[in-house]
């Protein structure tokens, strides 16, 4: 069963401090490594797929990193705006094509 | 372009009672997805469908939960009797036919009373 772990829990930040959130993974064959953002009361938005082992993505202060047993999402001199929720998700090559989720890292910065 | 739109966005309901959840897709996303999210939790898939087929419903649990995408475009997630557990936010997602980019709806989220 495709299993993916998340810490930590929750992060707070001093605006402009630098850090990384950890996505721990195990999956049967890895189709696909998810990054998405989540703000209260909204649904997930989608960020960054990543495919293979050493393939990074980046979108303004967020860049998405694989290996093959983890993925890190580094955020660079964040803002208040990047207060969320930031979940991973894992595809598995086989079987259909449901995405597993982790239980999220909520992020705050403080201003 | 118009996001997926959910309906009703809160319903608080008793137990036992019946709830049902709408969800209009973007426009020409033939896959839809239906999403429950506990509190703390990621979100865990319902059913899928293709266009009007559900193609995996295999979390779904039929004693209580059923859905219908009749043609093929909105879908009607519904829970009859509710229970205490069913409390949650219930998500919509559809795409283009490219499962690795899912667009999110807002939610519903019910409290069960």
């Known amino acids: 069963e495709d299993q993916v772990t998340q810490s930590p829990e929750a992060l707070r930040l001093q605006e402009g401090e630098s850090s990384s959130l950890n996505c721990s993974y195990t999956?049967?064959?890895?189709?696909?490594l998810f990054w998405y953002r989540q703000d209260p009361g909204k649904g997930p938005e989608f960020l960054f797929t990543?495919?293979?082992a050493g393939e990074e993505k980046e979108k303004e202060r967020l860049k998405a990193t694989l290996t093959k047993k983890e993925s890190f999402l580094h955020i660079t001199a964040p803002k208040p705006e990047d207060s969320a929720t930031y979940l991973c998700?894992?595809?598995?090559?086989?079987?259909?094509?449901?995405?597993?989720f982790g239980t999220g890292t909520r992020l705050t910065i403080i201003p | 372009e118009a996001g997926v739109v959910q309906s009703p966005r809160y319903k608080i309901i008793e137990k036992k009672q019946p709830v049902a959840f709408w969800c209009n897709p973007i426009?020409?996303?033939?896959?839809l997805y239906w999403y429950l999210q506990n509190l703390g939790q990621g979100p865990e898939l319902l059913i899928r469908?293709?266009?009007?087929?559900?193609?995996?419903d295999s979390q779904l649990p039929k004693d209580r939960f059923s859905a219908e995408r009749l043609k093929g475009v909105d879908s009607t997630l519904k829970i009859q009797p509710a229970e205490l557990g069913d409390s949650a936010v219930y998500l919509c997602?559809?795409?283009?036919?490219?499962?690795?980019?899912?667009?999110f709806g807002p939610g519903t989220r019910l409290t069960v009373l």
């Open positions: 997602a559809s795409s283009a036919g490219d499962p690795d980019t899912q667009y």
């Open positions: 999956v049967s064959g890895l189709r696909g």
């Open positions: 990543l495919y293979s």
């Open positions: 998700a894992v595809r598995s090559n086989f079987g259909n094509e449901k995405l597993t």
């Open positions: 426009s020409g996303h033939n896959t």
């Open positions: 469908y293709e266009n009007e087929e559900a193609v995996d």
